[in-house]
């Protein structure tokens, strides 16, 4: 089983203000995707944002950007202009273009203050 | 709505009795994935099925856990002889077997206490 690393169990953000969240996988693939699902609190896990391992371009939706780095098997996850709609659990997940299960990290509450 | 949805939502039941969680996919989508979450903890993969043949069960899933997919619609979750170590949250989710990399949605889950 792949392993995903978050080692950041909480953070907290200033509404308006720029947060980071870690995450690192370990692999012996080249190929495989990347995904931060967001877990409001009592409601269901979302898609954020999804990268592919065989583009270079970092993927970016709206307020959210990742820093994929293929060989430092790390990829980020950037909320900028936090809104207090974005406090949540965020997990990173590994999957592999052999398989179809996820693979999660063990997440990281985003608190953010107003 | 047409979203991934599951039932019941909340599940309290003693130890040694059997409980049953049903999921209800996206209904085109013919992948459909059992996570178990714990308390502070990311989901963990339990089993997987492709329209209603289960092709890969987790060494999580003990024999007194099954999985079902009949028609390749719905799909139930039964673990029989319910222990305290069972307490978690379950998670279903679907995806569309067609597209690669391909997004899987999300129920709002099964939260079971084992007393």
């Known amino acids: 089983a792949q392993t995903v690393t978050q080692s950041q169990p909480e953070m907290s953000v200033q509404e308006a203000e720029t947060v980071t969240l870690s995450c690192t996988y370990d692999?012996?693939?080249?190929?495989?995707?990347l995904f931060w699902y967001k877990q409001p609190p009592s409601r269901q896990m979302i898609l954020v944002i999804r990268q592919e391992a065989y583009k270079q371009q970092n993927a970016t939706e709206n307020r959210f950007s990742v820093n994929f780095q293929k060989a430092a098997k790390s990829f980020s996850l950037k909320i900028s202009d936090s809104q207090l709609g974005d406090a949540a659990m965020y997990f990173c997940a590994y999957r592999s273009t052999n398989d179809y299960k996820l693979s999660f990290g063990a997440g990281t509450t985003v608190t953010v203050r107003a | 709505d047409t979203g991934v949805s599951q039932n019941p939502r909340h599940k309290i039941t003693k130890r040694g009795q059997n409980v049953t969680f049903r999921c209800d996919p996206i209904s085109e989508h013919n992948r459909l994935y059992w996570y178990r979450q714990t308390l502070g903890q990311g989901p963990e993969f339990l089993t997987y099925f492709q329209n209603e043949a289960q092709l890969e069960k987790s060494r999580l899933l003990s024999d007194r856990f099954s999985a079902e997919r009949p028609k390749g619609s719905f799909s139930t979750l039964e673990i029989q002889r319910t222990e305290q170590g069972d307490s978690a949250m379950y998670l279903c989710?679907?995806?569309?077997?067609?597209?690669?990399?391909?997004?899987?949605?999300f129920g709002p889950g099964t939260r079971l206490t084992v007393l």
């Open positions: 692999t012996s693939e080249s190929d495989y995707y």
């Open positions: 989710a679907s995806s569309l077997a067609a597209l690669a990399g391909v997004e899987q949605f």
